[in-house]
């Protein structure tokens, strides 16, 4: 993620402060009953993170999805649908090319109203909470919270002078942790890991698919091209996709980074194919999200631009699965009581 000034993290220290009271009274509220969730009909699995910036958020839904539609289970997903227009946004849409039509979408900022409409057209087994960790208006039978293990959140404030939701004693409400991009730790200080089920993550390259191009036009790692390639991207850790790309051999002459969710516009593509020649890139390589970002942009690149399709690895994976189970009964069992 984009990093603060130092300066500008200073003067808006006294606003987190205030975002931080507010947070902090709200959850209290929750947690003592005096604020109220809804309950949908369906499971709800929440998957979020306590931080802004990627964590592997999008790839654990798409785990979560598959899984339960390979079970024969009738599958939502509910998203804000942040920073997008029209009932979809750049996250929504790369969840509906991977997921096809076996998925039904909610969006919008009332995820309950979301969920119940969709459930008044149809049955649904499962619902996919998308970034709900901070959600506590919709009531939830599992939630998931992921963690980018790169980073020391002891070290980080809360917005905006820093990048926390919410306080990390937060992570309190967690049912399973799941770490991104360190498999040695667990970066949230204090809190007692050890009395949640604590998962690691690994991103794998599934291939390189060529934009604008089909599942045929795909290709592996190194073998994108014999010359050093181009990088960008709009992502919530463009370092980290900058970071993956070297581990998987891919060598790059330059990079850039443009805020999350950035919706490309012609002069971004020449502006990139500019930078390209500069460092004389044989190509460029981005993201799934940027691609669905890039469709906006009416000029055509002169190279040919790269996608990388990802997913990941679940250290443990039965376990993984054996603890969202437990969870889950756990919780129908209490509803029956």
Not at 167 to 186: F, T, W, Y
Not at 199 to 215: N, S, Y
Not at 299 to 325: G, L, N, Y
Request: include cysteine.
């Amino acid at each position: 993620m984009t990093r603060i000034p130092r300066g500008l993290a200073i003067a808006l220290w006294p606003v987190s402060v205030v975002y931080g009271w507010v947070v902090r009274a709200k959850n209290s509220m929750y947690d003592a009953g005096w604020l109220k969730a809804k309950r949908l009909n369906g499971t709800v699995i929440s998957v979020g993170n306590l931080t802004t910036g990627g964590t592997g958020k999008t790839p654990m839904v798409l785990w979560l999805a598959a899984r339960f539609l390979a079970k024969g289970k009738s599958v939502a997903i509910l998203s804000r649908g942040y920073k997008g227009s029209r009932g979809t946004s750049d996250e929504i849409e790369l969840l509906r090319r991977r997921l096809g039509d076996g998925v039904r979408f909610g969006v919008g900022a009332d995820r309950y109203a979301s969920g119940a409409k969709l459930e008044a057209e149809k049955r649904v087994d499962v619902f996919l909470l998308d970034d709900g960790f901070q959600h506590r208006e919709l009531a939830r039978d599992l939630d998931i919270l992921m963690l980018d293990g790169s980073r020391d959140l002891k070290s980080e404030s809360m917005l905006p002078s820093g990048s926390l939701r919410e306080p990390v004693s937060g992570a309190r409400r967690a049912d399973i942790l799941v770490v991104s991009r360190n498999a040695e730790k667990v970066p949230i200080g204090a809190i007692d890991s050890n009395r949640r089920a604590t998962f690691f993550t690994q991103t794998r390259l599934v291939e390189f698919r060529r934009l604008g191009a089909g599942p045929s036009d795909s290709k592996y790692g190194s073998t994108i091209n014999r010359s050093p390639s181009f990088a960008f991207c709009g992502i919530g850790n463009p370092e980290a996709f900058f970071a993956d790309l070297v581990s998987w051999r891919v060598e790059l002459a330059g990079e850039k980074a443009f805020l999350d969710h950035h919706v490309y516009s012609d002069l971004d593509v020449e502006r990139l194919e500019v930078e390209a020649d500069k460092v004389s890139a044989a190509d460029f390589v981005t993201t799934e999200k940027d691609a669905v970002n890039l469709a906006l942009a009416g000029r055509a690149f002169r190279r040919p631009v790269w996608v990388a399709v990802i997913d990941f690895v679940i250290s443990a994976e039965s376990e993984f699965v054996a603890a969202i189970e437990r969870v889950l009964r756990a919780r129908r069992r209490g509803a029956a009581a």
